[in-house]
């Protein structure tokens, strides 16, 4: 072998390997997972900057649309928020992240006083959103809430108790579960369903003045139930018992007068 191949053969094997290629779905999978470790250590403008660069590599990843969605309702930017999770739905209309953040996103500016011309139309469109969360028996309990909440607050008070129903079911004793479930069955003439929401809402703790406030209007809550199931006796001593308790959260007057009719129907 001639000298020159020789030294042509030594400069190649001394030559740096060249640079491989960086794989574009790894290192956005990487910049995603690191804009979660930036967003939990309080570095919240880092993280929204990592998804951004995740996007520049895979522009058509719905995850991670939904993901800065995420970021930007966490830290309360509503308008962004909804601008990248419709970004995400654009790409993937099924995407339940994107949904979910719609729905609690939108639920939240409805209940804003600033946009009551457009609340009705808000948990319309929150209503919508969440419905696609719980879509195939898909198990949320917060969309489970909220959605029991935008159902009873829009009269839609069958599908409100079915669905707080459905989430008493995993979180028993639930406090504001139960007043949804109370006001609900009351507007649709359940009594029984009232009733027994309004039990369990009497035998809550802790026995701070808020409470015994809250058990106050409860037990005149649950003697207006019995009273229309016609448990007259079960009735006046709901009422006596709230007459016994804090008599700052209703009318007394009001509540004796009941409790005398109960009184008077049960000893007939």
């Known amino acids: 072998m001639s000298p ?6 030594a400069i190649v094997l001394q030559a740096p390997a060249p640079a491989q290629a960086v794989d574009p779905a790894a290192e956005a999978y990487f910049l995603f997972l690191q804009s ?31 993901e800065l969605a995420g970021v930007y309702a966490r830290e309360g930017r509503a308008a962004e928020a ?12 099924k995407n339940r992240e994107a949904h979910r953040i719609l729905g609690f996103v939108k639920a939240a500016v409805a209940s804003d006083p600033g946009y009551a011309s457009t609340a009705g139309m808000m948990n319309a469109e929150a209503i919508r959103h969440l419905e696609q969360v719980l879509a195939d028996s898909f198990v949320d309990l917060s969309a489970e809430l909220t959605l ?36 609900s069955a009351e507007q649709l003439g359940k009594w029984e369903d009232a009733a027994g929401a309004w039990s369990e809402v ?28 016609k448990k007259y006796k079960e009735a006046a001593d ?12 209703f009318d007394p007057a009001e509540v004796q007068r009941k409790r005398d009719r109960a009184r008077e129907l049960a000893g007939k």
């Open 202 to 229: 009497v035998e809550m703790g802790p026995r701070g003045r808020t409470y015994r406030g809250r058990q106050a209007t409860a037990l005149v809550k649950l003697g207006d139930q019995y009273f229309q199931l």
């Open 82 to 93: 909804v601008t990248a999770a419709e970004a995400a739905l654009g790409i993937e209309p």
């Open 36 to 66: 979660r470790r930036l967003e939990s250590d309080g570095n919240v403008s880092e993280a929204i900057a990592s998804l951004r660069r995740a996007l520049t590599l895979l522009p058509k990843a719905a995850e991670i649309q939904a």
């Open 148 to 183: 029991g909440r935008l159902y009873a607050k829009t009269g839609q008070h069958e599908k409100a108790l079915a669905t707080i129903k459905k989430f008493l079911s995993e979180q028993p004793g639930y406090p504001e579960a139960l007043l949804l479930l109370a006001e």
């Open 4 to 9: 020159a191949l020789i030294l042509a053969g």
């Open 238 to 249: 709901a009422f006596d018992r709230a007459l016994a308790g804090d008599r700052t959260v």
